[in-house]
T-cell receptor, first 111, second 111 residues
């Protein structure tokens, strides 16, 4: 029943590792997003995909690579993790600005 | 300077108080204004959505937008302990589908 689900909820990993976060939405939305929320609760967009096509790619290190196999899925792969990557990563989907739905977040801790 | 500024608080009020939360912004192209509520360890959920200037009321919540001052507000009447959360303002412009968020204000309503 969950509209936007992301896995895992928690991720603790060592510096230098590579990790992936998965996201799926069952709302039929055309657009999916990755947002990053830092320790001060500031939410900032990282990527946006519309119907599997990348439409927003903010100033994000190229260690971060999104992949959208279909319009219901948007995964985030992170290479060579750094301490500063520790944050909560939110997946979201929308059909328009009013219908934004966020997942419950993946809390990434790099040690 | 961030495009959207929001006092991070924290803000503590007694139950039944009227709460006023505010954001200012710098981009005059913003036309869509939203308030999100985020409970601890959860994703943001849409609370109020407003287009352009004016007021909108929904139950105990009132959103106000003053585009001439680049200032938006959320009022919560008869605040309840269940209103304790972080409140994030967000906005966007015509033709865009990504949101620009404030840093969030953490609110605690004391019974």
């Amino acid at each position: 029943d969950t509209a936007v689900s992301q896995t895992p909820k928690y991720l603790v990993t060592q510096m230098g590792n590579d990790k992936s976060i998965k996201c799926e939405q069952n709302l039929g939305h055309d657009t999916m997003y990755w947002y990053k929320q830092d320790s001060k609760k500031f939410l900032k967009i990282m990527f946006s995909y519309n119907n599997k096509e990348l439409i927003i790619n903010e100033t994000v290190p190229n260690r971060f690579s999104p992949k959208s196999p279909d319009k219901a899925h948007l995964n985030l792969h992170i290479n060579s993790l750094e301490l500063g990557d520790s944050a909560v990563y939110f997946c979201a989907s929308s059909q328009d600005l009013r219908g934004y739905t966020f997942g419950s977040g993946t809390r990434l801790t790099v040690v | 300077q961030k495009e959207v500024e929001q006092d991070p608080g924290p803000l503590s009020v007694p139950e039944g108080a009227i709460v006023s939360l505010n954001c200012t912004y710098s981009n005059s192209a913003f036309q869509y204004f939203m308030w999100y509520r985020q409970y601890s360890r959860k994703g943001p959920e849409l609370l109020m959505y407003t287009y352009s200037s004016g007021n909108k009321e929904d139950g105990r919540f009132t959103a106000q937008v003053d585009k001439s001052s680049k200032y938006i507000s959320l009022f919560i009447r008869d605040s309840q302990p269940s209103d304790s959360a972080t409140y994030l303002c967000a906005m966007s412009r015509t033709g865009a589908n990504n949101l620009f968020f404030g840093t969030g204000t953490r609110l605690t309503v004391i019974p």
